[in-house]
């Protein structure tokens, strides 16, 4: 028998949820961009998607930076959780990282397949580090 | 997985993703030099000299050959203009600053670059060194015009004094022993200078004086700020001297940075650099003669028909068009300078040919350029393998300068250097 418990608070301090607000917002801005340069060629969507991506790796640091800190101490969430969340902001980090390198390249290869992507990893990324920060967490009880 | 494992792979990617270069690769001569395959990596491979000053040393030259500073403190000294009275003009100016910085690369690359440049300030003027006893110092230096946006390429037809500046080809009455020119330069015709990433504009007069022609440097590295800024870019104007109309010579050709007059067949021949960040040992720059028409393959194709892939649209209609240059200078050496001897040049090996400044390379690890070089020429071609004339700019790993313009004085029978790192105009004569 175990009893679970909404307590109806996010595990997120309210400074680290408007961090992850930024990176969740600006990966995925980058991936249209990038797919908006891919359409059409015109340099103005990958000059976008360069300064939208760099953003998120910004944000995504400190974001990261403090998901390291939440998984050393777990506090009211449990580690399992911390360590994915954890993991999606690395994933999310490092694609982004990369991603600025292949954005600084000039023409079609600041996109390209590469470019398309690490922004697709970034994106998916963030959405999943944002549902797993954003939700409700359940306590789990004393068990047995 | 932790995010540290991954930042150190991603660390170490970027590292050995920057490139090599292949130290026997000879990428020099007329024909079709060794191109290595493409390499663009996450980095691109990077190697700033910093400056490290000339102290007492001077540039190396050959046996038989003295080095001067025939004049010090100069403000960026590009180009050099040799009078008929001897005198010598130096353009002094660093163009290119309204160039927008639309990436965050923009900002980072131009912060690193600007690592292996003076902090000087461009003077935006010309000045006029007079060596009149022959000594190797300038007793004379004057500033002869001042007020000017960036002027780079020099010419002198007719008692006119023409001056390319970063937007416009302006003329001034002007006659050789004047010190100081007080009458408002006349605008010959604008030149392109919309966002100016490549801001030089180079001068030289044709062999009758009828014509002026202008190097125009394309507007990217590769089209990368969009093809419709590159209107008028990356061509050679042949311009009328006396009213100013001009036409594209030729087309595609990225960066002639220099132009000069073969003077067995007074054709016109330019050194010009090619693109960066495909690899440590693409593309070559190169000297070339300047054929009526030609379209040199940029941004499409470099070399000929080898595909840039990073243009797009791809235009194979243009790629099957490309001219191939006449000699390849080695990668990134950043050809800055070029100046035939006349009448004889130095005589014994140095007698027919041209001397190419080379400023230096950023895009490969091995510093490559950093001296001017010889490359003999029989019947107003290419003859031969470069030599290595002026060296010595380097010191290990740091830049005590790097050349730019250079200018051989038959007259006198001297080279002039002008260093735009030290600030300094060398003079390099025959010991008698």
């Known amino acids: 028998m175990s009893i679970s418990r909404r307590t109806g608070a996010t595990p997120l301090h309210p400074l680290h949820a408007i961090l992850l607000a930024f990176p969740l917002a600006l990966f995925p801005s980058g991936l249209a961009s990038d797919i908006a340069y891919l359409k059409s060629a015109f340099v103005q969507w990958t000059n976008f998607a360069a300064w939208l991506i760099a953003g998120g790796c910004f944000f995504g640091g400190l974001v990261l930076a403090w998901a390291i800190v939440a998984a050393v101490f777990p506090g009211r969430t449990t580690r399992g959780r911390a360590l994915a969340y954890l993991a999606a902001v690395a994933v999310m980090f490092v694609a982004g990282l990369v991603n600025s390198f292949q954005h600084s390249h000039d023409g079609w290869s600041s996109v390209g397949s590469p470019g398309l992507i690490l922004s697709i990893v970034s994106t998916v990324a963030a959405l999943v580090a944002g549902a797993i920060g954003y939700s409700e967490q359940r306590i789990e009880g004393i068990a047995r | ?432």
């Open chain 2, 1 to 432: 997985m932790s995010a540290r494992w991954l930042l150190l792979a991603a660390s170490v990617l970027a590292l050995q993703g920057c490139g090599r270069s292949d130290p026997g690769l000879d990428q020099t001569g007329a024909g079709k030099p060794p191109l290595p395959d493409q390499q663009q990596t996450l980095l691109p491979p990077m190697k700033i000299a910093k400056p490290a000053g000339w102290g007492d040393a001077v540039p190396t030259a050959p046996k038989g050959f003295k080095v001067t500073a025939l004049a010090t403190d100069l403000k960026v000294p590009r180009q050099m203009l040799v009078l008929p009275n001897g005198d010598i003009l130096v353009a002094e100016g660093a163009g290119g600053a309204q160039a927008p910085k639309v990436r965050p690369k923009d900002i980072i690359a131009g912060y690193i670059k600007a690592q292996g440049k003076t902090k000087v300030k461009g003077g935006n003027r010309i000045t006029l060194l007079r060596d009149a006893d022959g000594d190797g110092r300038a007793e004379v230096k004057e500033t002869l015009i001042e007020g000017l946006n960036a002027p780079y390429g020099l010419a002198f037809v007719d008692g006119q004094l023409y001056v390319a500046n970063q937007d416009a080809l302006l003329r001034f009455p002007f006659q050789p022993g004047q010190t100081k020119v007080t009458a408002k330069g006349v605008e010959v015709t604008k030149l392109p200078s919309r966002i100016n990433h490549h801001w030089t504009k180079s001068l030289v007069a044709s062999a009758d004086g009828t014509k002026l022609y202008v190097g125009i440097g394309s507007n990217s590295n590769v089209g990368e700020r969009g093809l419709d800024v590159e209107e008028d870019r990356a061509t050679v104007w042949e311009i009328d001297r006396l009213t100013g109309a001009h036409r594209p010579l030729a087309q595609g050709i990225r960066n002639p940075t220099a132009l000069a007059i073969e003077p067995t067949t007074n054709a016109l021949w330019a050194v010009v650099n090619e693109r960066d960040e495909l690899g440590p040992q693409l593309v070559p720059d190169y000297l070339t003669a300047v054929r009526d028409g030609a379209f040199y393959g940029w941004p499409y194709s470099y070399w000929g028909q080898n595909v840039d892939p990073r243009v797009h649209p791809q235009k194979p209609d243009m790629v099957a068009k490309a001219t191939i240059p006449d000699y390849a200078l080695g990668s990134h050496v950043a050809a800055l300078g070029v100046s035939f001897a006349r009448d004889g040049g130095f005589g014994g090996d140095f007698r027919e040919g041209v001397f190419v400044g080379q400023h230096g390379s950023w895009n490969r690890q091995d510093l490559s350029g950093y001296k001017v070089v010889w490359i003999p020429f029989a019947g107003g071609r290419p003859n031969g393998k470069p030599v290595d004339f002026v060296t010595g700019f380097l010191d290990g790993q740091k830049a005590r300068g790097r050349p730019v313009g250079v200018a051989f004085d038959p007259a006198k029978r001297i080279l002039l250097i002008a260093d735009d790192l030290a600030n300094t105009v060398w003079r390099i004569a025959p010991v008698r």
